[in-house]
């Protein structure tokens, strides 16, 4: 089993940028597919992107393409997701997530079988 700690998050006005990590533990990290998911008030839990195993392939949400950017950096353990051009629609609590299984095309939250603690994003107009 690999545990999952994240950092960052915070509030931020529409515009601007902000950067969420999630360090993993446990086991070897390489060996992961990685997931950032998002999950606002009353809402269902959303993809918003993924990376493979090597960090090569990544594949997002079409609300995150263009101002999203998953990367990963396997020595650190860590995985990353910079948020810009935020918008107040981005507000949402922000869940990392890592499954042995699959693809970076993994798009659903049953496809993880590990979850960080989540992080608050708060984007105010």
């Known amino acids: 089993q690999v545990q999952l700690v994240q950092s960052g998050g915070g509030w931020v006005q529409a515009g601007g940028s902000l950067r969420l990590s999630c360090a993993a533990s446990?086991?070897?990290?390489?060996?992961?597919?990685m997931g950032w998911f998002r999950q606002a008030p009353g809402k269902e839990r959303d993809f918003v992107a993924a990376?493979?195993?090597?960090?090569?392939?990544?594949n997002y949400a079409d609300s995150a393409k263009g101002r999203f950017t998953i990367s990963r950096d396997n020595a650190k353990k860590t995985v990353y997701l910079q948020m810009s051009s935020l918008k107040p629609e981005d507000t949402a609590v922000y869940y990392c997530?890592?499954?042995?299984?699959?693809?970076?095309?993994?798009?659903?939250?049953?496809?993880?079988?590990?979850w960080g603690q989540g992080t608050q994003v708060t984007v105010s107009s």
């Open positions: 990376i493979s195993k090597s960090g090569g392939i990544t």
């Open positions: 446990g086991r070897i990290f390489s060996n992961y597919i």
């Open positions: 997530a890592a499954t042995y299984s699959g693809t970076s095309a993994n798009t659903r939250p049953r496809d993880y079988d590990y």
